[in-house]
C-alpha cells in the first residue's frame, strides 16, 4: 500500500540504529504510529510488537498481522461448505441490485460523478463488507477471522483504486489497474510466539498507559492531515454511513486531526510524548521537511534523556519517485535515539526473580464473604490487592471459593469461576433470587429445625434434609452452623461437615454480611462460572485483562486437595498444567497473578519454585487463622507471583 511516509526503505537503517544503542535484553517493541505496519511487521520476529494508530483502516490491519500469530482456520465456515473463504467472497455471483455506501458514493452513476473506483469493484467491495459483517453477527467468524478478512479486503482495495495513492482526488480518466477485477489481498502472518497487541487510539494518551523497552516514533511531518488522504479506506473500514461532503465525498475527520501536523501545537505534543513515554529506547524517523527542525528535536530529547545518550543519523531519502534525478525533490531523512533511565516493569521482566516484600497498605474497608471457605484470602487483602493492575477490562478469579478476592476487586468484568459446582450453583441462586426471600428461606430453616449453639440433633436432621434436597441456600443455612462455618463434602458430594458447638450460628454480622454480599454480586458486573481450569475459555481475554489464580496448594495440607472431597483432587500433574496455562496467557498478553507458598514448615514446592524465575515474586506476610492450611505464622513463605 502506497502511504504518505511510509518507512519501507528505511527499514534496514532502523534496525542498524538500534542494534548500535540498545543493550539486545530488549523484548517489547512499540510503533506508535503504525500507519501499513511497515515497521512493525519488520520487527515482529525480533520483540513482542505493540502497534497503533488512529486511523481504524491502519488498527484494522495491525489486528490481522501483528495481533494474528497464525492466519485463521475458518472452521466454522468450513462447516456450512465455505472452504475458502477469500476465494467465496470473490467469486460469488452478485447482482447490480445489491448497491451500498461505496457503490453509491465512490463509483460513477447517473447520481454520482465520482471515479474512484470502478462500478463493477464497487458492488464487490460493498458484497464483501457486508457478508463480513453478517459472518460476524452470526458467529460463523471469531475476532481474529473478522480481522483478517476485514484487513484483507482492505489491503486489496489500494490495487484497483483510481488515484495516484492517496484518496484526497481520483483521476479524471481511468487508470489501466482499476479496471482490473477486485482481489483480495493474501495476508501473511508471522508467529512470533509473543503476546502482541495492536491499539487505535491518540498516540498522546495512549504513551500514559503503555510502557515497554522500544519506542519507534513516526509521527506526521507537516500540515497534510492523514485523515483525509484515506477516507476511502477509512470509510469501507468502519462502515458507518458518515455523512460525506465535497466534490471528493469526504467523510469527516475534525475529531481524528492530529496536533503533530499544526506547527503552533506540535512541539507541545512531541515534548509530552517524550516526557510520558515508559520506553528505555526512544527511535524516531523525522524529515528535513518536517514542522519541527531538528533542532528542535534534539533540545527536546537531550532534556528528557539520559546525557550523552542523543544521536541523530542522516540518511538520504528520496521523497518521491521519479524518472528524472532533481537534487531539488530530495530531502534527508533523519532517525534520532535517545536513552530514557526507566525501571524495567511488566513491559519487559527479568530473566531472574524480582523478589520484594508486599507494602503493608492502608487498611481498606474490603468485603468479606459470608463463607468461610478453605483458603480464603480475605485478611490477606490489603497485600494482594494493591499489587492488582488500576485498570482491568476482565477480571478472573479462576479459583474463587467464596469469592473474596473477586468481589473486591474494580474491573469492568468480573467471573468468579470454581470447579465446586456446589458454591457457584449457591452464587447463582444468590443472584436469582431476591435478598428478601432469600433471608425468609434461612429464617424459615432455622424455626423448623431449631437451629441454634446448642442443637446438634436439629443441625444433624437438618444436615439429612439438604443432603436429600441439595437445595443451595439451605446449604448456606447449613453452614451457619456448622464447625468454624466451612463448606465440605464427602466424595459422594454428600455434606459432612460437623456441628459447630457453642459457636456457629446466623448471627446479626452474619446476616450483614450476606447482605453485603448479595448488594454487591447483583451490582451487575459478576458472573459466575463452574469450569475445570484446564477447559476455561480464554480467547477473549488481551493486554487490559488480569486472570487471579489462588489453587489448591501442593505442600500443605488442606483437606481441599486430598481428592476426597467429592471434586478433582490437586496434583503435581495439576500444578505443572497450571503453570503451563499462566506461561500460555503471558505470550498472549494477559496480566495473571498466582498465590501460592515457596515452603511449608519443612517442605519445599521445587515446581514453584523453578518455574517462578521467569516472573515478578512478592512475598506476603501469611496471617490466616484457621482459613488456610493449618499452618503456624512464620511456617511458611507466602508468595504472590506476577508477570507485570
Not at 199 to 216: F, P, Q, V
Not at 279 to 288: E, G, K, R
Not at 425 to 436: E, H, I, Y
Request: charged fraction near 25%; glycine fraction near 6%; proline fraction near 4%.
Amino acid at each position: 500500500m502506497r502511504y504518505i511516509g511510509g518507512k519501507s526503505q528505511l527499514l534496514g537503517d532502523i534496525e542498524a540504529v538500534i542494534n548500535k544503542n540498545a543493550s539486545g535484553r530488549e523484548s517489547v517493541f512499540c510503533d506508535i504510529f503504525s500507519g501499513t505496519g511497515s515497521v512493525a511487521r519488520y520487527f515482529k520476529p525480533r520483540y513482542e510488537v505493540h502497534s497503533n494508530d488512529i486511523l481504524h483502516f491502519s488498527y484494522v490491519i495491525q489486528k490481522a498481522t501483528i495481533e494474528n500469530n497464525a492466519k485463521p482456520l475458518f472452521d466454522k465456515l468450513a462447516k456450512i461448505g465455505i472452504d475458502n473463504p477469500l476465494k467465496f467472497l470473490e467469486e460469488t455471483d452478485i447482482t447490480e441490485h445489491c448497491l451500498f455506501f461505496v457503490t453509491e458514493n465512490y463509483a460513477p452513476s447517473e447520481h454520482c460523478e465520482r471515479k474512484y473506483i470502478s462500478r463493477h469493484n464497487a458492488v464487490r467491495v460493498d458484497f464483501i463488507r457486508n457478508t463480513i459483517e453478517e459472518w460476524k453477527q452470526s458467529g460463523l467468524i471469531d475476532e481474529k477471522e473478522y480481522y483478517y478478512l476485514l484487513a484483507s479486503l482492505i489491503e486489496g482495495v489500494p490495487y484497483i483504486s483510481n488515484t495516484t495513492g492517496t484518496y484526497g482526488a481520483y483521476l479524471k480518466n481511468w487508470d489501466k489497474r482499476a479496471l482490473r477485477a477486485f482481489e483480495m489481498a493474501r495476508l501473511d502472518v508471522i508467529d512470533n510466539g509473543r503476546a502482541n497487541h495492536s491499539y487505535n487510539a491518540d498516540a498522546n494518551a495512549l504513551i500514559r498507559e503503555i510502557e515497554g523497552d522500544i519506542l519507534y516514533i513516526d509521527p506526521p511531518y507537516n500540515a497534510r492531515q492523514y485523515a483525509p488522504n484515506y477516507h476511502l479506506l477509512e470509510t469501507i473500514s468502519r462502515y458507518d454511513n458518515p455523512e460525506i461532503h465535497g466534490v471528493t465525498g469526504m467523510r469527516p475527520y475534525d475529531d481524528m486531526k492530529s496536533a503533530f501536523c499544526v506547527k503552533s501545537e506540535v512541539l507541545d505534543v512531541f515534548e509530552d510524548l517524550v516526557v510520558k513515554a515508559k520506553f528505555s529506547n526512544i527511535v524516531m524517523s523525522y524529515s528535513t521537511d518536517g514542522l519541527m527542525t531538528s533542532g528542535q528535536i534534539e533540545s527536546i530529547l537531550k532534556r528528557h534523556g539520559v546525557e550523552g545518550s542523543y544521536k541523530r543519523y542522516d540518511i538520504p531519502y528520496r521523497k518521491y519517485k521519479s524518472k528524472i534525478t532533481d537534487e531539488t525533490k530530495t530531502v534527508r531523512e533523519y532517525i534520532f535515539y535517545v536513552h530514557k533511565d526507566i525501571p524495567r516493569s511488566s513491559a519487559s521482566l527479568p530473566a531472574q526473580p524480582k523478589s520484594h516484600t508486599a507494602p503493608q497498605a492502608k487498611r481498606t474497608k474490603y468485603l468479606k464473604s459470608p463463607l468461610n471457605y478453605i483458603g480464603g484470602k480475605y485478611k490477606l487483602l490489603p497485600q494482594i490487592l494493591p499489587l492488582f493492575p488500576r485498570q482491568i477490562g476482565t477480571f478472573v478469579d479462576l479459583f474463587a471459593g467464596g469469592c473474596n478476592v473477586g468481589i473486591n476487586v474494580n474491573a469492568e468484568r468480573i467471573v468468579c469461576n470454581d470447579l465446586n459446582t456446589k458454591i457457584i450453583d449457591m452464587f447463582r441462586v444468590f443472584q436469582q433470587t431476591d435478598s428478601s426471600e432469600i433471608l425468609a428461606r434461612i429464617e424459615s430453616n432455622i424455626r423448623e429445625y431449631c437451629l441454634s449453639k446448642e442443637n446438634e440433633q436439629g443441625f444433624i436432621a437438618f444436615r439429612d434434609h439438604y443432603n436429600r434436597t441439595g437445595d443451595p441456600i439451605d446449604l448456606y443455612t447449613l453452614t451457619c452452623y456448622s464447625f468454624n462455618y466451612q463448606f465440605r463434602f464427602n466424595n459422594n458430594l454428600e455434606y459432612n461437615n460437623p456441628f459447630g458447638r457453642s459457636r456457629s450460628q446466623f448471627s446479626e454480622n452474619m446476616r450483614n454480611s450476606l447482605l453485603s454480599f448479595l448488594e454487591r454480586i447483583n451490582a451487575g458486573n459478576i458472573e459466575f462460572l463452574s469450569t475445570d481450569f484446564e477447559r476455561f475459555d480464554f480467547s477473549s481475554l488481551g493486554y487490559e485483562d488480569m486472570v487471579y489464580c489462588d489453587p489448591p496448594y501442593l505442600i500443605t495440607t488442606g483437606s481441599y486437595n486430598d481428592g476426597n472431597r467429592g471434586f478433582k483432587d490437586w496434583k503435581e500433574t495439576q500444578e505443572t498444567a497450571l503453570y503451563a496455562l499462566l506461561d500460555k496467557l503471558h505470550r498472549q498478553g494477559v496480566r495473571f497473578a498466582l498465590s501460592n507458598v515457596l515452603t511449608h514448615k519443612d517442605v519445599r514446592n521445587e515446581i514453584l519454585i523453578n518455574w517462578r524465575k521467569k516472573y515478578v515474586v512478592t512475598q506476603i506476610s501469611n496471617d490466616y487463622s484457621n482459613s488456610c492450611y493449618n499452618a503456624a505464622k512464620g511456617e511458611s513463605t507466602e508468595v504472590l507471583i506476577t508477570n507485570y
